[in-house]
């Protein structure tokens, strides 16, 4: 239901496809042009991959109670008896498997079209950091849904966060050429760790941030339960604050 | 005149299945907050009110806008936090017992907001009954019925934004229905309808009302709530100045009657110098109509009539005059305006 309310409203295209297509479009058009390795080509296509995934999920979570308040079903939304945590993470969720759809064919074109060697160097473990990956991109969407909750104005504040994300993560770039002042704000970011773990698991030979696959996986888990703690804390009292001071029918 | 206590009647006596509802110096203040965070403004949207709605009873809550029949309404389905007092429903506390007490009350909302329009009736129907927990095979057989009771089961595969405003009202009553509430608290049901749509929705009420639901009911149209409801109180300015039963409510007004006046012609001055006679208590005009009405309230009763007629401009025109026992809406005015 939830998938069919989300694809009921157009808008979802331009985030998750189209916005995250163009930029990797853009940025092998760039890249190919010279003389990029192999190598490289794959370091863009898995964060083109990241890109969509990330763009779907900050549209979703932005949307998964912002839709309520533009259709006028907060009240009977929040009237339902289960947590609003739970509705959302249920819509969260949903959108960052159709952001995983997303990269699925962002991957494709830049196998096919591009050429990019299809070579995973070890699949298991990147099976492994794609579905954590999820996991974590889906606790962060949550986490930034409750600012919606909260004011109207939050579909403004989390929309805005897109594209600094995807500067931040290092969907397109190594981390490490980020100024020296941002490197606290992409190492908060669980995606920038995600995109570090696929790389290591697919990447022959890939250093990164220099903490390993698994130094990778274990920064992004933390950050996930640190995501989901302050996820459901900021829900209640979000919630509570709505109620309180009667905003939550405001669209 | 009664003082406030003698109107607001002592509760009755519960009818041996107690109160569905229960509100005991229930009070609510918004604060309106300056640029700077600070609070510039205290309103208090409910003043210390006190009532009970018993079970399987239809109980009105009339009052002119901002009175806060609405606050009262979100308190008592827990979307707002009271700022002192106490609600109950079913026994339970709103600020304590929130997802039981939504699992067993439904809510339905006046206009044209609280349905998803993108997509079918069944869609919205099927999507509150996973959001209240309804077993699958239990919405499965429960949505048709609904769809039939409220007389959309032919258009209920269409999307909801291709609806009337009629439709979608029926559907909130089906999408409150869904999971087969105790208490259901309707929050001005047939604001903007035409007639027939209003219509067609009050006769939904009293079929709720027949299958044993307790049902609260705001609205702004008293002869919906004089219809409809056993009792009802009446809120102004965020306090309770009257509960009872429409009859008792009107023999608050028996000491004056009501001319009406159906007239061509007649203007705002005609109007005021209506409301400068002697012994003319309330004046309510509608002159915008086509057809103008004019209600003039007085204890003389047809002993006004002449000087009634006698203030008429040039060129307007009676139409019809009779005199009138007080309705609800008399009471209501004279209540609201004290």
Partial sequence: MTGKLFFADPQWIIP??????VFTLVAFFL???????????????????????????????????????????????????????????????FNTFEGVINAFFILVIGFTWFQVGFVILNPLLFF????????????????????????????????????????????????????FAALPFAYILAPTWGIEAIRNAAISGYTGLGVGYWGDLMIMAGETVVYLALAFVLFRRVEAYAKRNGTIEEY | M?????????????????????????????????????????????????????????????????????????????????TSGKAKVLGMDVTKDLYEIRRRIGIVYGGERGLYNRVSAVDNLKYF???????????????????ELVGLQDRAAEKVEKYSRGMKQRLHIAKALVHDPEVLFLDEPTIGLDPAGARDIRKMVVEMRD????????THYMFEAEELCERIAVISKGKIVALDTPSALKNMVRDISVIELKTYGATD??????????????????????????RVQTPLGADLLTQVVSLLPEGAKIIDRTIKEPTLEDAYLRLVEE
């Fill in chain 2, 129 to 147: 009954a996973d959001l209240y927990g309804v077993e699958p095979s239990t919405a499965r057989a429960r949505i048709p019925k609904l769809l």
């Fill in chain 1, 16 to 21: 998750s496809i189209i916005a995250p297509f």
């Fill in chain 1, 128 to 179: 492994i950091a794609a579905v954590s990956t999820f996991v974590s991109l889906s606790a962060f969407g949550l986490m930034m849904s409750t600012v919606v909750v909260l004011t109207r104005k939050g579909g403004f504040i989390t929309n805005s966060m897109e594209i600094p994300v995807y500067i931040a993560t290092g969907t397109m770039f190594p981390v490490i050429l980020l100024p």
């Fill in chain 2, 269 to 294: 001055q005609y109007v005021e110098s209506l409301k400068a006679l002697p012994n003319v208590v309330r004046v309510v005009a509608d002159l915008m109509s086509e057809e103008q009405v004019i």
């Fill in chain 2, 211 to 218: 299958r044993g639901k307790t049902i609260m009911l705001t």
């Fill in chain 2, 2 to 82: 009664q003082a406030m206590e003698e109107r607001v009647r002592p509760l009755q006596a519960s009818r041996g299945e107690g109160d569905a509802v229960e509100v005991e110096d229930l009070t609510r203040e918004y604060a309106t907050r300056s640029f700077f965070g600070g609070v510039s403004r205290v309103t208090k949207a409910l003043d210390g009110i006190t009532f009970s709605a018993h079970a399987g009873e239809l109980f009105g809550l009339i009052g002119p806008n901002g009175a806060g029949k609405t606050t009262t309404i979100k308190i008592l389905t827990t979307l707002l936090t009271p």
């Fill in chain 1, 31 to 93: 890249f190919n042009s010279q003389t990029a390795s192999s190598t490289f080509l794959l370091y863009l296509v898995l964060g083109g991959g990241l890109m969509g995934m990330w763009g779907t999920t900050i549209y979703g979570s932005v949307n998964s109670i912002g839709f309520d308040r533009w259709n006028g079903t907060m009240e009977s939304t929040l009237a339902a008896p289960i947590p609003l945590s739970w509705i959302s993470m249920g819509r969260v969720l």
